[in-house]
């Protein structure tokens, strides 16, 4: 018998609940509550609704005593995969109650119904690709990453003219031109040439997969505002380079994952072509444009969807029958041809603004090409649960995503570092956990920072006053030497807990060699190369080569350890190896007991105090993080 819990019901205790968090269709899941006996309960109903739909009732059957508690079993199998919620009601001596979810998956029985149970059932036959969550993932803002020569202006039919910047170390553009407008048109050069320059410095990294922001042709300098899907821009190369690119990347034993905008064109397209600068006749300029059915006029040609209400990013139609089959379903569809050219999956901008059905009609075809190709979704909250657009989003049922962007996890650690408790953290992090199939929490891309976040390395250091600059004073801001010394040790913390968690961690270009930036364009200036913090990214590489070669780091079950306030404990497990991590953000030495024989820090050499059998005590001091390898238990 497991250790019962000391509430009527805990979710995420396998002895009130069998198997943990999400389960596959098909699969006899065992509910067990532990009433006090004190109560004097006489039945227990467990109510479970597939979502949307109405609670069907499963009554509870008495299975005898657990000390001073009753227990009641019921076994339920979900026959399709959706998303379920659950709760309890119990008849007792004092009258009904209601049993709801409280804090951290235990019960609160309460006279009124409260919170539900989430239980997420996905289809079993369906395997997310796991090669993602084992590795480290690299994400590089293409025009901002390396050149292998000075810009010029690309002579290609719908290139408006650009802004150059000879000097790789500008500052990005940021003011607004004549017009109020700020066009994002100014271009350092990135190429994909000079991505493969430095491939072995991304090897030295343990990189294992390449994830880009878009690439192809586009008016902007981030080419959101796609210009023709079928084109690499030429500012950065050409197909062939492309292809060269993903071969000597295979050779280095990496995968390269392109950004998907699917959701919106740009203004300057072939598709929309507002500007005329393509030769092809665009929905702007005639409704008899092979495109016209893919927007959402209004009042053609000037009143349109777009996205955010931004008039340079026409919204398309996913449901449109001519743009599925151009962007999916055709042989030479934009999804195929890029993985048939080299690539191994697509990251799909705002996926939360793209149909269910079109990301289940992606993700199929995207298999059919490439039976391994993963799917990434940019999803900011808990993708589970997710409802946009007044819909609830099935995500995770099985054919959908195989990942998403771990924004959750992101602000835990941010929350952890900024004065947050190890609690809380622990609190959020075990509920994506229950909500989330185990190959998709296995397989998450974990973040920090990103191209629409402000630089790690700010946020941990700046003031609340400096925040409140005018966007003169954020385009010129650097952090001053000693708060730049207390951020680089919390951005230490940051990349532990990043790389130590489960999921692919995934650096964003520049966070290792010590960028700084507020928000866009600040956060997307070029890489530094010769100027890199030198003590920082060797940290980074340390912390790289652990990840890379452990498989305890990538594979093993993770637990969380008593978390209290400013000290963080958790351990991975797998087979007969355990690591525990343990992160001090506090500003007084934290110790931590620990049940094992020995243990040895596989970050940097340090001793820990050995007393027989009360096991290791463990002296953390401030804002430091271990990582241990331990030997033996009590």
């Known amino acids: 018998m497991k250790e019962i819990p000391n509430c009527m019901f805990h979710s995420r205790e396998l002895a009130c609940k069998t198997p943990y968090g999400a389960a596959p269709a098909g699969e006899v899941i065992e509910f067990s509550t532990y009433p006090r006996r004190e109560r004097g309960t006489e039945h227990i109903t ?30 339920f199998t979900p026959a399709e995969p959706g998303l379920y919620w659950y709760y309890f009601t119990m008849d007792t001596a004092g009258g009904p109650r209601f049993v709801s979810r409280g804090y951290g998956g235990r019960s609160e029985i309460i006279d009124t119904l409260g919170d539900k149970y989430q239980l997420t059932v996905y289809d079993p036959q369906y395997r997310p690709p ?32 650009r802004v150059l910047h000879e000097n790789w170390d500008d500052l990005p553009v940021y003011k607004p031109d004549e017009h109020g407008e700020i066009l ?27 994830y880009f922001n878009p690439i192809f042709q586009a008016y902007s300098n981030h080419r959101y505002d796609t210009g023709d899907y079928k084109k690499i821009d030429p500012q950065l190369g050409d197909e062939e380079d492309f292809r060269m690119l993903c071969s000597e990347a295979e050779k280095r034993g ?56 931004i008039y340079t990013l026409p919204q398309v139609r996913e449901d449109d029958a001519s743009y599925i089959d151009y962007i999916i379903e055709n042989e030479d569809s934009v999804i195929r041809r890029w993985l048939r050219l080299g690539a191994s999956g697509w ?20 298999k059919r090409e490439k039976p391994d190709a993963l799917i990434v979704g940019e999803v900011w909250e808990d993708a589970s649960n997710k409802i946009a657009y007044s819909e609830r989003r099935t995500y995770f049922q099985g054919g959908e995503l195989d990942s998403v962007m771990n924004y959750p996890l992101r602000e835990a650690i941010l929350g952890f570092l900024g004065g947050g408790t190890a609690e809380h953290f622990a609190e959020r992090m075990e509920t994506v956990r229950e909500n989330y199939p185990r190959a998709v929490f296995y397989n998450l891309m974990n973040i920090i ?9 700010t946020i941990l250091g700046v003031s609340d006053e400096e925040w409140k600059m005018d966007r003169d004073g954020r385009a010129h801001y650097t952090l001053p030497p000693d708060r730049l010394e207390s951020a680089k040790r919390r951005l230490k913390l940051a990349a532990v807990i990043q790389f130590t968690m489960p999921g692919s961690p995934t650096i964003y270009y520049g966070d290792e060699a010590g960028k700084q930036g507020f928000e866009d364009p600040f956060n997307r200036g070029t ?79 340090v001793e820990f105090d050995m007393h027989g059998d009360q096991g290791v005590i463990a002296s953390v001091p401030p804002e430091t993080a271990y990582v241990l390898r331990c030997f033996g238990t009590l």
């Not at 467990?46 to 005898?64: F, K, N, Q, S, T």
Request: hydrophobic share 35%.
């Open 46 to 75: 467990l109510w479970i609704e597939r979502d949307g739909c109405e609670a069907v009732a499963y009554p509870m059957r008495w299975y005898g005593l657990c000390g001073a508690r009753d227990r009641y079993c019921v076994s």
């Open 184 to 210: 994002n048109n100014d271009f350092f050069g990135g190429t994909l040439r000079g991505v493969i320059e430095k491939l072995d410095y991304l090897e030295s990294l343990r990189v294992r997969t390449l």
């Open 347 to 366: 990251r799909l901008d705002v996926a939360d603004e793209l149909p269910d059905a079109f990301i289940r009609r992606l993700n199929a075809a995207a």
């Open 449 to 457: 920072g990103t191209h629409d976040t402000p630089r790690a390395l």
């Open 527 to 605: 890489y530094p190369w010769g100027a890199e913090d030198a003590e920082l990214l060797e940290f980074y590489r340390t912390l790289c080569e652990q990840r890379d070669r452990s498989e305890t780091l990538n594979r093993g079950e993770l637990r969380f350890l008593a978390c209290e306030g400013a000290l963080l404990q958790y351990e991975r497990c797998y087979g007969q190896s355990r690591i525990v991590v343990l992160v001090n953000r506090g500003h007084t030495t934290a110790r931590a007991p620990i049940d094992a024989l020995y243990a040895a820090d596989i970050l940097s050499p």
């Open 254 to 309: 990496m995968r390269v994952i392109l950004d998907g905008v699917f959701n919106h064109t740009g203004y300057d397209s072939r598709y929309f072509n507002a500007r005329g600068r393509y030769d092809s006749v665009g929905a702007h300029q005639s409704q008899d444009s092979p495109y016209y059915s893919w927007f959402d006029f209004q009042k053609w040609p000037d009143k349109y969807g777009s996205w955010w209400g």
């Open 130 to 161: 796991g090669w993602f969550g084992e590795g480290i993932t690299y994400n590089i803002f293409p025009d901002r990453f390396c050149r292998d020569k000075l810009p010029v202006q690309p002579e290609a039919e719908g290139v408006a003219p």
